[in-house]
């Protein structure tokens, strides 16, 4: 348990970090004693990440201090954080699986001799922080070898080689096995016995409720609230993360419901191949996907539109079964998806506005192979008048507009196909409240024509205003559905935290 001193091992005074537009971080405090493990928790987007990375040394706040053992000091960069026995373990493990475990654990770092890398040395070195993990396995193994959770392991013990005092886990047990969680846990109970200090971020609130001493949650990029070990419960983290008043929240108005559009029925996604997912959306109707950060419901998409092949399970579009073993099945059964990075996957930046506009248009609009310039220009012409794409004309490379005008290109390029079903993942992910409002009205416009739209958020507030019903996933599995009715956002951070199923 947490050392009686009144020096905390580590405290965080008024924190403050910008981006463009955004404040991710807004005078954000905290404190950690020797031997103490405390639970950062909060909604997607509440400032986790940008804390730790800050105090890991990959990001600089632009103000506020960090003291250790009550003495400020600056951190600018990771091996600065190293040396002050700060040591991040990312939720992507960073290892390199063709080396050894002993190598990995001290690389750059290994014992020489005469200039050269001393094996024994390093070998002998790796044998103590292996049995101090619990990882029995020899160190002339090759991480490629390990399971995900020795892995993970084998990551802490990288960590101790440092010196670290202060341990930072990020989401740890997300892609483990119970049996591989469990092991996580009773290591991190060893560190604190032995007054290693420990930040651990997780979504998953029944694991911060085992481990923590105490919970520090974060709304908006500032403190909301913070548990004591005895006030530590699944409804008092919940209230704690979602309490912001919404009652005056914009609610659209629902249109009816026509025939399916999209059946999906026993589907299996290569990411959690053991849970099969059910669910149907209509002609005209909204469905938002809300879930925690590896609910699974990007990889859901990704086979809805063919990227990954499906381990089991039917699809029906519109009453057809359709089999979607690439992008252009599912192009051909009337899906399109916009993806989460438009920047990387759904633009070429460097091409012009026309051109992108008509990128999935070019099979069906080609005139014995060769570009239809005239329909280019017209499907061009339609889009940027639709969405009102701001634009000093249609030969302006995608790269010099704004994110907003760059995301309506990603949709205007598929509304040329006239799809039956428009998937959208983070649809207003980096854009500003003005072209948030053109996205919204564009999504209430379609749905009014018949289009189903099934789209994925980590905005509470855009599932509670654009959703006809939500579907809410929780660690690959469908826990539950909630119609307009009911939709509230307490009703469904329980669903995708696993309390409860509707």
Known sequence: MASSSPIPLLEV???TRRFPGVVALGGVSLKLARGEVISVIGENGAGKSTLMKILAGVQTPNSGQILLD???VTINSVPAAEALGIALIHQELNLCDNLDVATNIFLGREPRRCGL???RKTYAAAEPLLQKVGLDCSPRELVRNLPLGRQQLVEIAKALSVGARV??????TSSLSQHETDQLYRVVKELRATGVSVIYISHRLGEVKELS?????????????ELQRNEINHDAMVRLMIGRDISGLYQRPSHPAGAPALEVRGL???????HELNFTVHAGEIVGMAGLVGAGRTELLRVLFGIDRARGGTVRVAGQDVRLHSPLDAICA???????DRKQQGLILEMAVRHNLSLASLRRDARSGFLDRGKEGAITEEMIAALRIKTPNDRQLALYLSGGNQQKIVIGKWLALKPRLLLLDEPTRGIDVGAKQEIYRLMEELAGQGVAILFVSSEMEEILRMSDRALVMHEGRLSGEVPRGKLSEEAIMQLATGAAKH
């Open 334 to 340: 009337g899906l399109a998806l916009v993806p989460e």
């Open 167 to 172: 341990l930072i886990m990020d989401e740890p």
């Open 70 to 72: 009550g003495r400020p």
């Open 13 to 15: 005074q008024n924190l």
């Open 213 to 225: 001493d105490r919970v520090v949650v974060l709304r908006d990029g500032q403190n909301a609230g």
């Open 117 to 119: 890398i001393d094996k």
């Open 268 to 274: 299996r996604t290569p990411v959690h191949p053991r």
